[in-house]
């Protein structure tokens, strides 16, 4: 999340418009109110900024297609750490792999 | 279109799509290293204007206008192939109940609508476009690790390398509303040998998002620790368990796993949410101067029954969860040989628990009260209780973190004068988790423990592990 809040202020700077789309891996626990409450906490209100559910078969396959790997051990989510660039019509631009680490519920 | 707003309104607008975790008390974090204004100057110059893309969403948009005036439900629930849409696009509004996943369509501003069908069609672009398929199939995944110590971390009698487990976990897609989780382990036991066990089996249905029951074998829902960490150690931050919930077969003193049904769920009450866990199974017996949760049944009929009860605190304490936690059981002891009668216990544990997870704090506490009685009526009742308190800072890839936790066992209590690990102790432990990968950690942990009845000594440890996940 850190790395896409870098991702929001380097595109203010450059003064291009972007939308950021976050979808969560657990409908279960990530419902409206939940979402709500992590922008609320982590100031992450601006309008551009969509955190998304979905029923947990739209989740898997959105995943699947967008070729995100998860899985659930429990409460624990396992997962991987990339970004996908999309043009404005939807196209796909770049898959962008974590340099770093990223890590869930431990 | 509720998006932002910016001075060179005529730049075409790309998007950035991301899946996050599911635990959002629990946020991830992130490290990128890569120079992402590089990679942004770059997609400047692929992106241009959409007018194209707005005469489509302005189609769009009367459609779904023309939809929600028929009371018709969002297209996405009634496509297959096509990605996350109406469900996800209501969430995005602040406040929406989480009814909106069923479909129901909320009343919403004409400018949201628009929005939120620029966002599902987006979404369904983007899915489109990537295009990835993956295999149906079932999945394995699993945890191991090894370490190295000058003793070893589960039993320290031994020292030197070892291998600890090797955990097998599925879950196997079922349908909507059918459930199922199998943990199979192979992991090193007391005498040094790899034996094999099947540590979890649960089979279960999930009737709303408030409530799933489970049959089989679980782990017992007490306190915090027993099912927020499982088997896998790459999930956990600190290297083991505490002492006095290890697993049955690691030295525990706790029945960490039921044989039994199992229900289990969650309600948001307000900004808060509330958790339970309601539980009845076979209970428990000593065999070998260890718990065995009698995974065939018992021969007598009795049972285990408990309960927790958790509140997720949000606002300024976001990431906070307190709770309480009650169990009762009968217990045999079957190690004394006839003709001495096998001593039965009563076991009532009354628990409390506090954990605040944050995307820095990682600090649990936990504390068990047990009353038990010896039903055969030598020793009377026993008082006893055991507690931990661990802290850990996430630093980037580096989590430091230091654990307290004591136990002090009645020795009269024969409940724990049974078991082998059933001495008191305290220990105090200092550790460092580091992230090699998204996969794998690595922790060095030193410790000192002292045994303070039954035997009186005390040792130090300084252990080293290496976990993954696959």
Do not use: C
């Not at chain 1, 029923?55 to 396959?61: D, K, N, P, S």
């Amino acid at each position: 999340m850190r790395r896409l809040q870098r991702m929001q202020r380097d595109f203010d700077r450059r003064g291009t418009s972007a939308e950021f789309l976050v979808i969560g891996y657990d409908p279960d626990r990530d419902d409206a109110a939940a979402w709500h409450q992590y922008r609320e906490t982590r100031h992450l209100t601006r309008s551009n900024w969509h955190f998304l559910i979905g029923t947990r078969a739209a989740v898997e396959q959105t995943a699947r297609q967008l070729g995100f790997e998860f899985w659930k051990y429990d409460e624990h989510v396992m997962h991987d750490t990339r970004v996908l660039y999309f043009d404005e019509h939807g196209t796909l631009l770049e898959t962008s792999e974590a340099a770093g680490y990223e890590t869930t519920l431990r | 279109m509720g998006t932002t707003k910016h001075p060179r309104a005529n730049r075409g607008r790309s998007w950035v799509g991301a899946l996050l975790v599911a635990a959002l008390g629990h946020s991830p974090v992130t490290h990128a290293a890569t120079n992402d204004s590089d990679r942004i100057a770059v997609l400047e110059q692929k992106l241009d204007q959409s007018l194209q893309l707005i005469r489509q969403l302005s189609a769009r948009v009367q459609d779904l206008e023309a939809q929600a005036a028929h009371g018709a439900p969002p297209e996405a629930d009634k496509r297959s192939g096509t990605a996350a849409a109406a469900p996800p696009a209501a969430a995005a509004q602040p406040g929406t109940p989480a009814a909106a996943q069923t479909g129901a369509a909320a009343p919403t501003p004409p400018d949201t609508a628009q929005r939120l069908a620029k966002v599902e069609q987006t979404v369904n672009q983007m899915a489109a476009s990537a295009g990835q398929h993956a295999d149906e199939g079932l999945a394995t995944h699993g945890f191991a690790d090894v370490g190295i110590g000058n003793r070893n971390a589960e039993f320290p009698q031994y020292q030197g390398a070892d291998i600890a487990e090797l955990d097998f976990f599925l879950t196997p897609r079922l349908g909507s509303r059918t459930r199922a989780l199998f943990e199979l382990n192979f992991e090193v036991g007391s005498d040094g040998n790899v034996g094999v066990d099947l540590e979890r089996a649960q089979i279960g249905y999930q009737f709303a998002d408030s409530a799933t029951v489970w049959l089989g074998r679980f782990h017992t829902p007490y306190g915090y620790y027993n099912t927020a960490f499982h088997h896998g150690q790459q999930i956990a931050t600190s290297l083991r368990r505490p002492r006095f919930i290890e697993f049955e077969d690691h030295g525990g003193i706790m029945p960490a796993h039921t044989v039994g049904a199992w229900l289990t769920g969650s309600e948001r009450v307000g900004e808060q949410k509330v958790t339970y866990d309601v539980y009845i199974g076979n209970s428990q017996r000593i065999t070998g101067g260890k718990l065995d949760m009698n995974n065939a049944g018992n021969t007598h009929g009795s049972t285990i029954v408990g309960g927790n009860l958790g509140l997720l605190l949000s606002g300024a304490l976001d990431g906070l969860k307190v709770g309480v936690d009650v169990f009762q059981t009968r217990i045999e002891d079957e190690d004394p040989l006839p003709p001495l009668p096998a001593y039965v216990t009563q076991v009532r544990s009354y628990g409390a628990y506090a954990a605040y997870d944050t995307d820095s704090w990682e600090d649990i506490a936990e504390f068990h009260v047990f009353n038990n009685r010896d039903l055969t009526g030598h020793t009377g009742t026993h008082h006893s209780d055991a507690g931990f308190l661990q802290m850990g800072y996430r630093a980037g890839r580096y989590t430091p973190y230091a654990r307290y936790e004591r136990g002090a066992f009645q020795q009269s209590d024969d409940y724990f004068a049974a078991q082998a690990t059933g001495s008191s102790y305290y220990r105090t432990a200092l550790g460092l988790r580091f992230d090699v990968d998204l996969v794998s950690a690595l922790k060095l942990e030193l410790a000192q423990t002292h045994l303070t009845d039954r035997v009186i000594s005390s040792y130090d440890e300084a252990l080293l592990q290496y976990a993954i996940r696959f």
